[in-house]
């Protein structure tokens, strides 16, 4: 089967991602790593003091407090660590604390933190440098040591990636505090899709054509997203590249259509399509623009998550009555049923080691998250409540699940860690949130 499908590029928009970043490893770094169990519910928190940086210029003044700010917010929503409230500190970051013996670790000591984050920042025109320290407070040694440069309006990202190094230095696991998460929800009269930052604060709209649009589904690389759209009547699936502002339509066979997810090379998406009121899965090939049936049956198949070998694809068939996760050994092994915690399972997403497929399945009239090994084995609850968890979508390390808080009417982003602890608010105030999608690292 094949479908040569039209595409149509739009006018360029500003290339949002594009953010030239450069880091420089402080080469007399002490490499004192301490490992702790980042998923422990009983872990304690790490008490960390986060001061303002110091400013080489007058450009850098604003930045010296955004930058420490963004940092402290990372660490406060990573449940690793605990920031030390600012009016206990004792001294300030001034040009002599990157001096040797030009901090007073004492008196970090004194007000109770285990690490201290010390940096400086200089701005010139729309460009920063940022040189960021970590301290372990009770020996004095810097266990890491970073030069940043980039665009001064993406101080943010600059502040994610020392979060990021930080989280490394005591787990052993990089943070994902510079991603991010799609998701759809209505706006006017129609349903757009939006992007958010892990703290909630940072948000902005990606579609405005007043039409329906759904299930966002994020590239590998992180640069393009893929879509459901009715902008043109008709259900399309589009694909949006960040990096040169276009919207590419795939191709226009088949009746109601879904992207579930890329090929770990991102050569191709794996989607369902209606042929004649029966959904199948298919995968399309983005540079050959050809369709290949992957799951077919006499029920409906929809919603694929390819697992990261790309040897295994779970789905929703109703194929037994009620909808139920399958997974299937590509390209043509068998098939099983994996979820068995309720009587209407779906939306299946696999985490990143290919270890665990998460899923929200129905008991007493509402959703819950569940995950479970590909064989169907070890099912856990993840996290349920008093009204439905759905849409589960899994953190690029795996350790987290985005999801949406749905009752009566009223939803919410929430995050929380698979083990079943942690669960946090990420975004509120939007109406009829649905599939939001984590993106990979940049």
């Not at 595409?7 to 770094?29: E, G, S």
């Not at 879509?227 to 066979?253: A, E, H, M, T």
């Not at 789905?315 to 994996?338: C, H, M």
């Not at 929430?414 to 990979?440: A, Q, Y």
Request: charged share 25%.
């Amino acid at each position: 089967m094949k479908d040569r499908g039209r595409v149509r590029a739009l006018p360029a928009i500003p290339a949002v991602f594009l953010v030239l970043l450069f880091t420089l490893l402080f080469p007399a770094v002490s490499r004192g790593i301490i490992y702790i169990d980042i998923n422990s519910p009983s872990g304690i928190r790490i008490p960390i003091a986060v001061p303002e940086l110091y400013a080489d210029n007058e450009a850098g003044r604003e930045l010296k407090r955004q930058i420490a700010e963004v940092i402290a917010t990372d660490l406060k929503i990573s449940n690793i660590f605990s920031v030390v409230n600012p009016d206990a500190y004792l001294e300030r970051i001034t040009e002599q604390s990157f001096e040797a013996a030009g901090i007073s670790f004492s008196d970090w000591k004194m007000i109770g933190a285990d690490s201290l984050v010390a940096g400086r920042v200089s701005a010139n025109d729309d460009r920063l440098s940022a040189e960021l320290r970590l301290y372990d407070v009770s020996t004095g040694k810097m266990l890491s040591g970073k030069r940043y440069s980039g665009p001064s309006r993406r101080y943010d990202m600059i502040a994610h990636k020392f979060a990021n190094e930080i989280l490394y230095q005591y787990t052993g696991v990089y943070g994902v505090f510079d991603t991010e998460v799609a998701f759809a929800a209505k706006k006017g009269g129609g349903k757009e899709i939006f992007i958010v930052d892990l703290s909630g604060k940072k948000l902005r709209q990606i579609t405005g054509n007043g039409s329906i649009n759904m299930f966002p589904r994020w590239s590998p690389d992180g640069y393009k997203l893929a879509y459901l759209s009715y902008r043109k009547k008709n259900p399309y699936v589009y694909l949006r590249n960040f990096l040169s502002g276009s919207d590419r339509l795939l191709f226009r066979y088949g009746g109601f259509k879904s992207p579930g997810s890329f090929s770990p090379d991102g050569s191709s998406l794996f989607l369902s399509i209606s042929v004649k009121g029966n959904a199948d899965i298919f995968k399309f090939f983005l540079k050959e623009e050809e369709l290949t049936r992957v799951v077919s049956n006499h029920s409906i198949d929809v919603s694929p998550s390819v697992s990261p070998g790309e040897d295994m694809i779970a789905f929703v068939s109703d194929r037994t009555g009620y909808p139920q996760i399958y997974v299937k050994e590509l390209p043509r092994g068998p098939e099983r049923r994996v979820s068995f915690a309720g009587y209407y399972s779906t939306s299946p997403t696999w985490s990143p080691a290919g270890d665990r497929i998460a899923f929200a399945s129905m008991n007493e009239g509402k959703f819950s998250i569940y995950a479970v090994k590909p064989d169907g084995s070890d099912l856990r609850q993840v996290v349920s409540a008093d009204g439905s968890c759905e849409d589960p979508s899994f953190s690029p390390d795996g350790r987290y699940i985005v999801y949406i808080y749905r009752k009566s009417g009223y939803s919410e982003m929430r995050i929380i860690n698979v083990t079943g602890f942690g669960d946090r608010l990420l975004l509120k105030g939007m109406e009829d949130m649905s599939s939001p999608s984590w993106s990979p690292r940049r």
